[in-house]
Nanobody, 125 residues
Framework: QVQLVESGGGLVQAGGSLRLSCAAS????????MGWFRQAPGKERDFVAG????????YYADSVKGRFTISRDNPKNTVYLQMNSLKPEDTAVYYC??????????????????WGQGTQVSVSS
């Protein structure tokens, strides 16, 4: 059974940085898409960044391009989201997600099968 466990959230001032981690277990993830999503109160769960476990390009929402970086550490079965130049509008619960798929990147929450419990990121102005 796939398990995803996020960590690294917290409270930070605007302009600061955080690194989120997603530890994955229960599968060989070489043919999986991995995504980071976020959900603010009263809003939908939105795509933030995605990457194939096997490598290749990373994909980002326009709102985070140039500030966030997604990466993976295959031996550790961990996906990271480095978040720099944080803004108050980045405040949300951040979720790690996975889907077994060899095709193109998926950008909606409904297209992912496995989810972590989420980690809160709060950015003060």
């Amino acid at each position: 059974q796939v398990q995803l466990v996020e960590s690294g959230g917290g409270l930070v001032q605007a302009g600061g940085s955080l690194r989120l981690s997603c530890a994955a277990s229960g599968r060989t993830f070489s043919n999986y898409l991995m995504g980071w999503f976020r959900q603010a109160p009263g809003k939908e769960r939105d795509f933030v960044a995605g990457i194939r476990w096997s490598g290749g390009s990373a994909y980002y929402a326009d709102s985070v391009k140039g500030r966030f970086t997604i990466s993976r550490d295959n031996p550790k079965n961990t996906v990271y989201l480095q978040m720099n130049s944080l803004k108050p509008e980045d405040t949300a619960v951040y979720y790690c997600a996975a889907r077994y798929y060899r095709g193109s990147m998926k950008y909606t929450a409904e297209e992912y099968d496995y989810w972590g419990q989420g980690t809160q990121v709060s950015v003060s102005s």
